[in-house]
């Protein structure tokens, strides 16, 4: 693909780095300085939505190894935000759950972040910001669904080659 492409997926794939590259700035200039970094907001959020959860579980959907996991889960658990319980359906297994403290941090995290995000974006009406939070959220999970099927696909060819 020529760096120049006109393509309409030309012209997303660089407004979402530009997306990106924004999001990054905005992190980094500490505008967004609320106790919790992008990776642990990701994962309380994860378990506020999917309480109780695995971190297993949590790590497909961020997209992160299971190392990596492990440190945001030790990390979060050190400071009081969340707990860990044997799975009662798998005692090998462990469930993570918010705490008290980490459904307040989150919640902290959340609103700073929606004030920040109103403070830039001042002319936006309700409509048109529930317009783009529709938009993105559709990419989303179109994105998302995309990957998890390229990777079923490159794993199951990857067990045909393994096969043979």
Not at 51 to 75: H, K, T
Not at 131 to 142: D, F, K, Y
């Amino acid at each position: 693909m020529a760096v120049n492409d006109d393509s309409a997926t030309g012209e997303l794939v660089h407004g979402i780095q530009m997306l990106h590259r924004t999001l990054r700035h905005i992190t980094h200039t500490g505008a967004l300085t609320d106790g919790l970094g992008v990776a642990a907001f990701g994962v309380l959020n994860y378990i506020h939505r999917h309480e109780p959860a695995r971190a297993g579980d949590i790590a497909r959907w961020l997209g992160v190894g299971p190392a990596a996991m492990s440190r945001q889960v030790a990390d979060l658990e050190a400071c009081g935000s969340l707990e860990r319980t044997t799975d009662p359906d798998d005692a090998r297994a462990q469930l993570l759950t918010l705490t008290g403290l980490g459904r307040d941090r989150l919640r902290a995290a959340h609103a700073k972040r929606t004030q920040m995000m109103a403070k830039l974006l001042p002319d936006w009406d309700d409509d048109t910001t529930r317009a783009a939070a529709r938009t993105i959220t559709t990419l989303e999970s179109v994105l998302r669904e995309g990957i998890l099927a390229l990777i079923q696909r490159e794993a199951a060819a990857a067990a045909e080659v393994d096969a043979t």
